[in-house]
Nanobody, 126 residues
Framework: VQLQASGGGLVQAGGSLRLSCVAS????????MGWFRQAPGKGREFVATISRSGVATDHADSVKGRFAISRDNDKNTIYLQMSSLQPEDTAAYYC????????????????????WGQGTQVTVSS
């Protein structure tokens, strides 16, 4: 699976962005997908995950109610709708795939993901 993330940019606090991640390859439909982020000088942080079915999702407490993950299996794409952005959301955002997942499986553990995109930068100004 190859992953291409896009949609990052510079936005003022309180603004919104939608990130996209397009996957190539035949395993997308059987993959749990996730979004992670990494701010300068910090470790990689879980943001959101979605099951291969799209039915089950999980969001980090820090983004719950502001961010929403979704997927379109016909387009081999996942999304991260981000609203009410704050300066602390500034980071490089990475999409990731965990292939061979059962239907409603989600995961917060970055070590479970075998495929990673290149990252897209989100910068929130105050």
């Amino acid at each position: 699976v190859q992953l291409q993330a896009s949609g990052g940019g510079l936005v003022q606090a309180g603004g919104s962005l939608r990130l996209s991640c397009v996957a190539s390859g035949r395993t997308f439909r059987t993959s749990t997908m996730g979004w992670f982020r990494q701010a300068p000088g910090k470790g990689r942080e879980f943001v959101a995950t979605i099951s291969r079915s799209g039915v089950a999702t999980d969001h980090a407490d820090s983004v719950k109610g502001r961010f929403a993950i979704s997927r379109d299996n016909d387009k081999n794409t996942i999304y991260l709708q981000m609203s009410s952005l704050q300066p602390e959301d500034t980071a490089a955002y990475y999409c990731a795939a965990r292939s061979g997942a059962i239907v409603h499986y989600t995961s917060r553990d970055s070590h479970e993901y075998g495929y990673w995109g290149q990252g897209t930068q989100v910068t929130v100004s105050s």
